[in-house]
């Protein structure tokens, strides 16, 4: 993974892409990524904390593909050092039902994020949102 003072601020792993410009760090699932389980959550985080350096950062995550998030990985998702390096964060959702799964995750969840979270259908949606936490 290279860090943000590395020339190239595209990184990826055998789940994940992310990209940090403009301010705000892109995260897409890759297409073959069905499941996100409990080692790809561990791994997200590691290698978003290496590329922020743990600094707070507006992360829009796209979940493409993914239609199904393990307990463990949920659980794992609102721990706060799993989210350090996070100000705030828009999903992507491409389905209607992954829409509503992801946005009753994250109503119970709210209480434990310390930080604004939305699911969004449209990337243009998400990125207008996302924009007003941009250092």
């Known amino acids: 993974m290279p860090d943000a003072n590395d020339a190239s601020l595209f990184a990826e792993n055998a789940y994940l892409t992310y ?7 892109f995260q897409r ?16 985080a590691a290698d978003r904390q290496l590329l922020t350096k743990r600094h707070a950062t507006p992360l829009f995550v796209d979940i493409n593909q993914a239609c199904h998030i393990d307990v463990k990985a949920m659980k794992y998702y609102v721990l706060p050092e799993s989210m350090v390096d ?19 995750f994250l109503s119970i969840s709210r209480r434990y994020t310390p930080f604004p979270v939305q699911a ?3 990337r243009e949606e998400a990125m207008d949102w996302l ?5």
Request: hydrophobic share 50%; proline share 4%; glycine share 4%.
């Open 86 to 104: 996070v100000s705030a964060s828009a999903i992507l959702v491409h389905r209607y039902p992954q829409y509503l799964a992801t946005t009753f």
């Open 131 to 135: 924009q007003q936490f941009v250092e």
């Open 120 to 122: 969004f259908l449209s």
């Open 19 to 25: 990209q940090l410009e403009g301010g705000i760090l």
């Open 29 to 44: 699932f890759k297409d073959e990524v069905k499941r996100i389980t409990f080692p790809i959550a561990l791994l997200t």
